[in-house]
C-alpha cells in the first residue's frame, strides 16, 4: 500500500527559483494538507483541501500555492521560493467524519540558498 | 483560536525509566480530538493514538498510556519501562468540528524531543 506519497523527497533552490511539491494518496481520501516542520515550532498547516477543485489557506499560506485538479493530487508550488521557505514539507490526507487521524507521507527537505 | 502547548521541549532518560510528555490545549470548542503522533530519526509521522472530548477514559496500550484530564486541558502520554527505540519527537496535537466547519485540521504543539539512552 502506497498510501500518501511525496515527490521529491529532496530539494536544494536557489532564491527565486520555483518548485512544485506533489502528493498523491491512493486511498480515496477526500481532504488533503500541506504542512510545514520547523525546530521548535512544531507543523503549521500551510493549505488544505477538502475536495477536487477545492483549496484553502491554512496558518501560514504566504508564498505558497496549491492546486487539486485531481482527487488523488495536491500540488504545492512556490513561485519565488525564499530562504525563509527552507523546511521540511508534509502532506496527508484523511476521509471525512468527525476526528479521523490523519495519514502522512514521508516529508520532502527542501532548502532554499 | 485553538492552541497546544507542550511545555518540555527535550526529555533525556536513562533506559527502564518512565516518562512522561505533558500536553496543554486552549479550545473553545465543545466537540474536539485530541492526537498524539511520533516522530522517529527515519523522520515520518506515525500516529499514536486520538481521544474525542467525551471520552476523558484514560487508556494503555503495551508500555504508552495517555492520560486526558477535560477539567486541567491536559492530554499527558506516558512511557513505562522506556526503550531506546522510543527515542523520537512527540507531537500532540488538537482538531475540532465545530460546525462542521474545520475539516479536520489539526492544530499541532512545538513537539518533545525524547532520548532514551541504553
Known amino acids: 500500500n502506497a498510501g500518501v506519497t511525496q515527490t521529491p523527497k529532496f530539494r536544494v533552490l536557489k532564491t527565486g527559483q520555483s518548485m512544485t511539491l506533489l502528493c498523491a494518496q491512493d486511498?480515496?481520501?477526500?481532504?488533503m494538507y500541506w504542512y510545514r516542520q520547523d525546530p521548535g515550532m512544531g507543523l503549521r498547516l500551510i493549505h488544505y483541501?477538502?475536495?477536487?477543485?477545492?483549496?484553502a489557506k491554512g496558518e501560514v499560506p504566504d508564498g505558497y500555492n496549491v492546486s487539486r485538479l485531481k482527487k488523488q493530487n495536491f500540488l504545492l508550488g512556490l513561485e519565488s521560493a525564499a530562504p525563509s521557505q527552507t523546511s521540511v514539507y508534509f502532506c496527508?490526507?484523511?476521509?471525512?467524519?468527525?476526528?479521523?487521524?490523519?495519514?502522512f507521507g514521508e516529508g520532502s527537505r527542501l532548502t532554499v540558498l | 483560536a485553538q492552541k497546544v502547548t507542550q511545555a518540555q521541549t527535550e526529555i533525556s532518560v536513562v533506559e527502564k525509566e518512565d516518562v512522561t510528555l505533558d500536553c496543554v490545549y486552549e479550545t473553545r470548542d465543545t466537540t474536539y480530538y485530541l492526537f498524539w503522533y511520533k516522530q522517529p530519526p527515519s523522520g515520518e509521522l506515525v500516529f499514536l493514538i486520538r481521544?474525542?472530548?467525551?471520552?476523558?477514559q484514560n487508556e494503555i496500550s503495551g508500555r504508552y498510556s495517555w492520560n486526558f484530564q477535560k477539567s486541567t486541558s491536559s492530554f499527558n502520554f506516558t512511557i513505562t519501562a522506556s526503550q531506546v527505540v522510543d527515542s523520537a519527537v512527540y507531537f500532540c496535537a488538537l482538531s475540532h468540528n465545530a460546525g462542521g466547519t474545520s475539516y479536520g485540521k489539526l492544530t499541532f504543539g512545538q513537539g518533545t524531543i525524547l532520548t532514551v539512552h541504553p
Open positions: 481521544r474525542n472530548s467525551f471520552d476523558e
Open positions: 483541501s477538502v475536495g477536487e477543485g477545492t483549496t
Open positions: 496527508a490526507s484523511r476521509n471525512r467524519g468527525l476526528g479521523g487521524e490523519l495519514f
Open positions: 486511498m480515496n481520501h477526500e481532504y
